[in-house]
């Protein structure tokens, strides 16, 4: 699903992380276009694209109030259309979201936004998720409520961003995951988990105009409950994730 809007609109805010662009098309209003490439997209720890390369679009448009709206996209595979029974499955996530950015102070921030995703060919998939992040001289807290068809989750997040020497722009970032279900099974599937963690260590830099970022990210979910859970033993490991990515 789609990150939180909240280290974004912050940026173009307050600007700690280099030259953020936004087309302004009035007083009030203005547009960010960002365009992302990435060598795997992971939501919570758990890749979204079986390890492959993902391209991913953000349109975003932001009032002076702090309204923002907006649609983002990125390719997806889960290898497998559950509706068809055969491997040509979705391959394309949309999401739509409006909320609410509150800059309370220089270094204290509200975030709240609605966002809902969507998966052409598999619809069953479909859902809505609710976000509310709290940033405080670096530091931030909070929480996202999820809903689709089969399932619903919550997660509870908290981290740090601070700005490095040389412009290099560090997130440390830790979730927790809970399915309020058994969804997360052992090998013999004798056992099973309603939660898990994933966590993350970010750093990004601007330089010749794009901003590149290499995260390390990782769960403690094991192969066999990633398998039960994903279809796939390998989707949950530890991998370092290289981005790339310019807003107009």
């Known amino acids: 699903m789609r990150p939180s809007a909240a280290f974004f609109l912050a940026s173009l805010a307050l600007a700690p992380f280099g030259n953020l662009q936004a087309i302004e098309l009035s007083e009030q209003f203005s547009l960010a276009i960002t365009p992302q490439v990435l060598s795997d997209y992971r939501s919570s720890g758990i890749s979204q694209t079986l390890g492959d390369p993902a391209a991913q679009l953000d349109l975003m448009l932001t009032h002076a109030s702090g309204l923002y709206a907006g649609v983002w996209t990125s390719n997806v595979d889960y290898g497998h259309d559950w509706e068809k029974d055969d491997h040509y499955g979705t391959r394309q996530e949309v999401d739509y979201y409006a909320g609410y950015y509150w800059q309370i102070s220089d270094a204290v921030s509200l975030d709240a936004y609605y966002n809902r995703y969507s ?14 992040t709290l940033d405080a001289y670096g530091f931030f807290v909070g929480g996202k409520h999820s809903d689709d068809t089969d399932e619903s989750s919550a997660s509870l997040y908290a981290g740090y961003r601070t700005l490095l020497p040389l412009d290099i722009g560090l997130e440390l970032r830790f979730e927790n995951v809970d399915y309020k279900d058994k969804v997360f099974f052992n090998k013999d599937w004798s056992h099973g988990e309603e939660d898990y963690n994933n966590w993350s260590l970010g750093l990004q830099r601007d330089m010749l105009g794009v901003t590149w970022g290499l995260s390390y990210v990782d769960t403690d979910l094991s192969d066999a409950e990633c398998l039960s859970f994903s279809g796939y033993d390998d989707l949950c490991a530890a991998t370092l994730v290289a981005s790339a990515k310019k807003t107009f």
């Open 119 to 132: 998966y052409p060919g598999e619809s069953q998939f479909n859902g809505a998720d609710v976000y509310l």
